[in-house]
């Protein structure tokens, strides 16, 4: 069985194909017989395409960015063709699996997709206004290219945090306000799902029996409360921009500010900008929102740098004890994402603070490059784990277990 992923962002588009045996899923990731990436933010007008196969085959190469959809439609003919071909023709693929950003209060699982699917995701782009076009173009992109035979998957980053309780989705607003859709919604679903499943394996526990804070810290960082396998709480909102301090993104912030930005005569695309593309690391530096180039300007002496670094810790300490209260206690403490997984002095600092009730850090096996791995002490009554997220691969499990459910109907 292959099946293709596609996942979008909204300068980037990763996309991989795996080859696997129906009758058994493997416990650990495979690898992809090909993997891709096109990055649009290289030069303006030129998006630059990289590919490289399970056999040591890789292209670069740079394309003119005319068509976003056209370029995708390119980067797939590397499948069949040139040196990095890895299938002979377009019926070996069984399944294509999208990473979709906004499912809105309408979908709360992964879900097939028809007409009426990719109508709700256009929809659904007035809430994710950058991604969900950007996924639906992919969508699109391999119906152009396979035609609609081939079953098309949409996994939704909202999905897991679907089951999460009233009064964790709810703004205190006046009720209409969530009569219209403005709740919590929560992001990232796809990769903190992953990394649960993959703690309660590396425990040896049902994930069920597992009370869990996941870490997903990037460029966009965000927390989940995890109880009985189900996201209960999380941190982005009604949209990405909310909860934790992130590389351009502003997180939580007193609503006045906006209110006050108005009055001085900013527009709503000028305050858009500020707090998605302004504030976070980047703003607070003015270096960048970089947390390798953060470590750098702090080590040469830089203020700025060394106070955005501290109020980062600071946020990421309240939200997680917060997310702690939420599940009355916690099993495991999971770090995940680029700077979740290789910022061993953020996950000392931010760890300090819960020692308090016996959480405790292996230092050394911190500063080794973890990777899947307790690095909490023998002692520590709180397990500390780092783990790879690997949301191209739980998209294609979502792929796998619903074509089987399809099927056995």
Not at 47 to 59: D, N, R
Not at 141 to 168: R, Y
Not at 209 to 225: E, I, P, Q, R, W
Not at 308 to 319: C, G, Q
């Amino acid at each position: 069985m292959k099946i293709l992923v596609l996942n979008a962002g909204s300068s980037s588009q990763k996309s991989c194909l795996y080859a696997l045996k129906e009758e058994a899923l493997p416990v650990q990731p495979p690898s992809p017989l090909w993997e891709a990436q096109i990055d649009w933010t290289h030069h303006e007008g030129v998006a630059e395409l990289k590919v490289k196969t399970i056999h040591g085959a890789i292209l670069k190469e740079e394309l003119k960015a005319e068509s976003r959809q056209e370029t995708v439609e390119y980067m797939l003919q590397t499948l069949w063709q040139g040196e990095t071909k890895v299938i002979d023709n377009l019926a070996e693929i069984d399944c294509v699996g999208h990473r979709v950003v906004h499912g809105g209060d309408k979908y709360h699982e992964s879900t097939l997709i028809s007409q009426e699917v990719k109508d709700a995701i256009a929809n659904f782009a007035k809430f994710a206004p950058v991604h969900n076009p950007a996924n639906l173009q992919g969508i699109e992109a391999i119906e152009n290219i396979l035609g609609e035979k081939v079953p098309q998957i949409a996994v939704f980053d909202t999905a897991f945090h679907a089951k999460m309780p009233e009064e964790a989705i709810v703004y205190p607003l006046p009720y209409e306000f969530y009569q219209h859709g403005i709740r919590r919604y929560g992001f990232h679903g796809i990769s903190h799902q992953y990394v649960s499943q993959r703690a309660a394996q590396l425990l040896g526990k049902d994930l069920t029996s597992l009370k869990l804070v996941t870490c997903h810290l990037g460029n966009g960082c965000s927390l989940a409360a995890v109880k009985n396998g189900h996201s209960i709480d999380t941190t982005m909102g009604f949209t990405p921009t909310a909860g934790l301090m992130m590389g351009t993104r502003s997180g939580d912030i007193d609503p006045g500010i906006i209110i006050d930005l108005l009055r001085r005569g900013h527009t709503g695309e000028q305050i858009d900008d500020i707090f998605n593309r302004r504030s976070g690391f980047l703003g607070l530096s003015g270096v960048s929102a970089d947390m390798r180039l953060i470590e750098q300007a702090i080590a040469q002496g830089n203020a700025r740098a060394k106070l955005a670094y501290d109020v980062y810790v600071h946020i990421l300490r309240s939200f997680i004890g917060a997310m702690i209260a939420t599940l009355s206690g916690i099993d495991a403490l999971v770090f995940t994402a680029g700077v979740g997984e290789n910022a061993a002095d953020l996950r000392a600092d931010v760890c300090e603070s819960f020692e308090f009730f016996g959480l405790k850090i292996d230092v050394e096996k911190n500063n080794h490059k973890p990777v899947d791995r307790d690095i909490s002490t023998p002692d520590s009554s709180v397990k500390i784990l780092v783990i790879h997220t690997q949301e191209d691969w739980a998209i294609a499990q979502e792929c796998i277990r619903l074509t089987q459910l399809v099927t056995s109907h």
